[in-house]
């Protein structure tokens, strides 16, 4: 554990180091680890996106990949979401996840005030009876609404639910699950490639029991972090950044670390 807490030290140090030596261009702006941002993508730029989380007190980890393409201006945004998760229960495994099909519409965009509601198709890709997967085809909606306060500080905030009809349990027991998820976030940008990150995100979801019932649980947690950019004259702009999630509330006494690292450049 101390050689963990250092070396999560020495990695915020080479952070820093070589966020104060990039060349400041193209500022941070959609690059959110918790919370999502309401900034499409622009016209003729792709964005890959991949995060890790692992949570010390579960023992589990989650990876995604997230590809944005712009559909094909900024107005509309297509992308793709594949989730790895590694679980200890039902059985000790790490497989995909459920499949999220994505579209944005960028409804708002004026001034210090930007809004891009997401429709999501949720695909059964996930193994339900091992508990990774709902096992049925699900729906979800997230409104994120983000709004800059000065040249250094915006904030983003998230409200959105998932349904999912006839979900299943590892036993096969159906029911129609819905869900709940909220958050919020405060970024300060240092200069155009560095910021200071603090996010705030909470759920609440249905599970379905063996006897057909529902029983609902909650996460709550606190992320501090940060991220910088490295900037390319071809117009590749790589960010990579890391958080250190702790839980609060229903989430009390969980703790982990985030790595996020994300490539956007022009297609052409």
Request: proline share 6%; aromatic share 12%; charged share 15%.
């Amino acid at each position: 554990m101390r050689f963990g807490t250092w070396g999560m030290v020495a990695v915020a140090g080479v952070l820093f180091s070589a966020a104060a030596r990039a060349e400041e261009t193209k500022r941070i702006q959609d690059n959110s680890f918790l919370i999502e941002e309401a900034y499409n993508q622009e016209p003729g730029v792709i964005q890959h996106i991949q995060t890790y989380q692992y949570l010390g007190k579960s023992k589990t980890w989650a990876y995604s990949f997230t590809e944005e393409w712009p559909a094909p201006g900024q107005a509309h945004q297509v992308s793709i979401t594949v989730p790895i998760n590694h679980l200890d229960e039902p059985v000790r495994a790490s497989r995909i996840g459920d499949v999220a099909l994505n579209y944005r519409y960028q409804l708002l965009f004026k001034g210090p005030v930007a809004m891009a509601p997401r429709l999501s198709l949720l695909l059964p890709t996930g193994d339900y009876k091992d508990g990774f997967g709902s096992g049925s085809t699900g729906v979800q909606v997230n409104i994120p609404l983000s709004v800059e306060l000065s040249d250094r500080w915006v904030t983003h905030w998230n409200a959105g639910a998932t349904l999912v009809p006839s979900a299943r349990e590892p036993g096969g027991a159906k029911a129609d699950t819905l869900s709940f998820n909220h958050g919020a976030s405060a970024i300060f940008s240092v200069n155009n490639n560095f910021s200071l990150m603090f996010e705030a995100a909470w759920s609440s979801f249905e599970s379905v029991e063996p006897d057909g019932s529902k029983s609902r649980g909650e996460t709550a947690f606190l992320s501090p972090g940060m991220r910088f950019a490295v900037n390319f004259e071809s117009g590749l702009q790589i960010v990579p950044g890391i958080a250190f999630p702790v839980g609060v509330g229903p989430s009390k006494g969980e703790s982990g670390v985030l790595a996020y690292l994300s490539f956007e450049h022009p297609f052409f």
